[in-house]
């Protein structure tokens, strides 16, 4: 059975600020992992499949990077409406979330 | 497009049977793509429950293995979950969604709104 294991748990950043979260998987995935972002009474949102493709009509802030074990999404400059909590995915599998918060 | 939209009561009873439904509307059950439930107790992160295909074929999360079948009724366009012998562990949110084959691997691209479903007496 697949582990993800996302960090930080919390991220504290101010808007405008370049936000880095990790996804370690417990064995290699290859490239397929997905990140969803979610906010407080909403269903989770599709950013990127596939390690590293933007969903339909996801800004281009956001992106994805890794293979095998190691992934990373990246948003560039973040804007009020990006402060939510970020999960990675693979198949039956959810990492534990990490809080992007407002500092 | 397609929408989901779960339905069921919201609250069961301690060892009683949770049973919710996904209507799925704008597009069939029958494409090619499982059908899964998700669920997210409060405050905590989600959880994978199962999956089923068209076909009837299914997949379930070990943990839970023993207690959920998830089942599809193609002439009504929806597909449903029961959880058995619940306790309070089992309150949550709970949300259905379709796990789309993408270029590689499979997301969650479609979800429903979830439902909040509460084990107490």
């Known amino acids: 059975e697949i582990v993800l294991t996302q960090s930080p748990a919390t991220l504290s950043l101010s808007p405008g600020e370049r936000a880095t979260l990790s996804c370690r998987a417990s064995q290699s995935v290859s490239s397929y992992l997905a990140w969803y972002q979610q906010k407080p009474g909403q269903a989770p949102r599709l950013l990127i499949y596939d390690a590293s493709n933007r969903a339909t009509g996801i800004p281009a802030r956001f992106s994805g990077s890794g293979s095998g074990t190691d992934f990373t999404l990246t948003i560039s400059s973040l804007e009020p409406e990006d402060f939510a909590v970020y999960y990675c995915?693979?198949?039956?599998?959810f990492g534990q979330g990490t809080k992007v918060e407002i500092k | 497009q397609v929408q989901l939209q779960e339905s069921g009561p919201g609250l069961v009873k301690p060892s009683g049977t949770l049973s919710l439904t996904c209507a799925v509307s704008g597009g069939s059950i029958s494409s090619s793509n499982w059908w899964s439930w998700v669920r997210q107790p409060p405050g905590k992160g989600l959880e994978w429950i199962g999956e089923?295909?068209?076909?009837?074929?299914?997949n379930y999360n070990p943990s839970l293995k023993s207690r959920v079948t998830i089942s599809v009724d193609k002439s009504k366009n929806q597909f449903s979950l029961k959880l058995s012998s619940v306790t309070a562990a089992d309150t949550a949110v709970y949300y259905c969604?379709?796990?789309?084959?993408?270029?590689?691997?499979?997301?969650?691209?479609?979800w429903g709104q979830g439902t909040m479903v509460t084990v107490s007496s």
């Open positions: 995915q693979q198949r039956g599998t």
């Open positions: 969604a379709r796990l789309y084959s993408m270029i590689l691997g499979f997301a969650f691209d479609i």
């Open positions: 089923i295909y068209h076909s009837g074929s299914t």
